[in-house]
């Protein structure tokens, strides 16, 4: 499918999703408590078919977080990104690891670095920090390290 015809299917599977315009790949911002529903819909939906879940991260963009993820059917070989902004106070959103089993480990590691809270989650626990680094999310532009001496 092309960049248009993602577009018409995805508005007809929600259509509170917004669009960005201008890149390669079909940019899709969604509220957090759609995205759950909506990934379970891409995953299953014969003519999308997004069974590959290859990247998934977060932005910190001061004001609040991103979570952005990639999406590619194998079958079909098309892409889309999908993005849902957070509250930077309690940043949180569901799991889709039962959807791609890829996301426990991605999705842990976010929730490490930037402190996203992925609901239902089956491990979310430090997954590269040592002990005693929980809660202090080491890429967030608000981290300091008086020890040593960073300040992003």
Known sequence: MQNEELKAKITELLSAATFEEGGEWL???VEPADWLPLAQQLR???SLYFDYLFCLTCID???HLTMVYHLS???HRHNIVIKSKLDRNKPEIQTVSQVWKTAEFHEREVYEMFGVN???HPD???LILPDGWEGK?????DFEDP???IKL
């Open 118 to 120: 992925f609901l239902n």
């Open 137 to 141: 999310n080491p890429l967030r532009k």
């Open 61 to 63: 963009w001061k004001t």
């Open 44 to 46: 299953n939906d014969t």
């Open 124 to 126: 979310l626990r430090l």
């Open 73 to 75: 059917s194998t079958k």
């Open 27 to 29: 940019n899709i911002n």
């Open 147 to 149: 020890i040593n001496m």
